[in-house]
């Protein structure tokens, strides 16, 4: 049973009453929206999960990324940073750990919170391999499958798997004129499986059997996009769109075979492609929840991009992006710290509540209303407790060291709210 398959039934599940409820939606309309495809609910059979709907007519959500590197392996902090995530709004987290020790990782990770629970299994398997002192090039198809099961068994609720790039598409990239080649770790790993093997992509070529196992547990394909653009300059060029030309496909074949699925999308691009390329994936990937990366909308703000990422990400989404992947102040720069995650999440949940409030939701209306009248009843509790970051609210307050309720340290005596209070 997958929530595809009950859904075409007709059948209400737990978990769509749950997402009906929490998103205030018809759920005869969430019903069709999923049996469409066009909404997901990741969440494995194997693991309690807070339930959390993606997709059409739905708020936009939200993804955090942690993980340790093969540089740097702390346990207690990534499991830190997957709370402070989800404390400041993350609505998922994603488990992109490369360290020899990432199958620990990812087992208290998924023990430590409750949201849905993303990974890349290909690199357990590329991870496996550099600890038998082999390379990523010399993985086997077993060594790939089975981490995929294996992830599936232990609960996993969506998996990012690049299936879109074949033998056909790499050869394309070695022609392209593309500045930053291939930024996906998980794209670099098998475009360079394919070109040092000489064989297609098993991922691609063995579509069905991991079908098969998303069927099995419940497990949401996130079909990943090896070949997003790494810089402004390669937006929205061949090799991405072939790419996505492909992942309709795939798409198409998972809904048929009552698999969840949502595509994952750009990466860099300037702001005046980004409606279009959101377009263009509705299209191609039969109205498919969109699961986007930024996009960053200029390359020269290295240590901003967590603003760089809002700016694209509040675009995209109010032109179609279901789901929003945070980017922290560190990207292109460090691992991030516990401050880069939480500056991330916010600078998320300031793009998808933009997005929401110009798309009409009514829950993002309701909360700008009610800041609307704390603010004009000087109610700072009020404006505290509905603001993104509490305590830095409170910081900023407490610093100005006024006495009055009725005003703030930047007008003072001279608030236009204060003196027109008796008129207006």
């Not at 009453?17 to 990741?42: Q, R």
């Not at 109010?318 to 600078?347: M, R, S, W």
């Amino acid at each position: 049973m997958t929530q595809l398959k009950e859904a075409k039934k007709g059948k209400i599940t737990e978990e769509i009453e749950i997402v009906a409820k929490n998103e205030n939606i018809d759920i005869k309309k969430l019903i069709n929206l999923i049996s469409c495809g066009k909404v997901v609910i990741p969440k494995n059979f194997n693991r309690t999960t807070k339930v959390c709907g993606i997709g059409q007519g739905l708020r936009t959500k939200i993804n955090a990324n942690i993980g340790s590197s093969s540089k740097m392996e702390d346990i207690d902090l990534e499991v830190e940073k997957a709370k402070v995530s989800v404390e400041y709004g993350a609505d998922a987290v994603m488990d992109l750990s490369i360290g020899p020790k990432l199958n620990e990782f990812r087992k208290k990770i998924i023990e430590s919170v409750n949201v849905p629970i993303g990974t890349v299994p290909i690199y357990e398997a590329g991870v496996a391999n550099q600890n038998k002192n082999k390379t990523i090039v010399d993985m086997n198809e077993d060594d790939i499958f089975k981490a995929i099961e294996n992830q599936a068994k232990e609960g996993i609720d969506f998996m990012t798997l690049h299936c879109g790039i074949n033998k056909d598409l790499v050869e394309k990239l070695q022609n392209s004129d593309r500045i930053m080649g291939i930024v996906s770790r998980g794209g670099t790993f098998l475009a360079s499986w394919i070109i040092h093997n000489n064989l297609e992509n098993p991922l691609y070529e063995n579509y069905d059997y991991i079908l098969e196992i998303a069927n099995e547990h419940d497990v949401t394909l996130s079909l990943g996009d090896g070949l997003r653009p790494g810089c402004l300059s390669d937006g929205t060029d061949i090799c991405q769109i072939q790419e996505l030309v492909n992942l309709g496909a795939l798409v198409k074949r998972a809904q048929e075979a009552n698999v969840q699925v949502m595509v994952e999308g750009p990466g860099h691009m300037p702001m005046n492609q980004i409606a279009s390329n959101m377009q263009i994936q509705k299209t191609l990937c039969f109205n498919a929840p969109f699961y986007v990366l930024g996009p960053i909308v200029t390359d020269l703000a290295p240590g901003y991009d967590h603003i760089t990422s809002a700016i694209g990400g509040a675009i995209a989404a109010q032109n179609g992006a279901d789901f929003l992947c945070y980017v922290t102040p560190a990207e292109h720069l460090a691992i991030p710290n516990l401050q880069d995650v939480k500056e991330g999440v916010i600078a998320s949940k300031i793009a998808v509540q933009a997005a929401d409030v110009a798309l009409g939701l009514e829950s993002a209306w309701k909360d700008e209303l009610a800041m609307s009248k704390a603010r004009r009843n000087f109610d700072w509790e009020k404006q505290f407790e509905l603001s993104f970051d509490k305590e830095k609210c409170e910081k900023y307050r407490e610093s100005s060291s006024l006495e009055d309720d009725d005003m703030c340290s930047m007008c003072g005596e001279y608030c236009a709210l204060r003196i027109a209070n008796d008129h207006f």
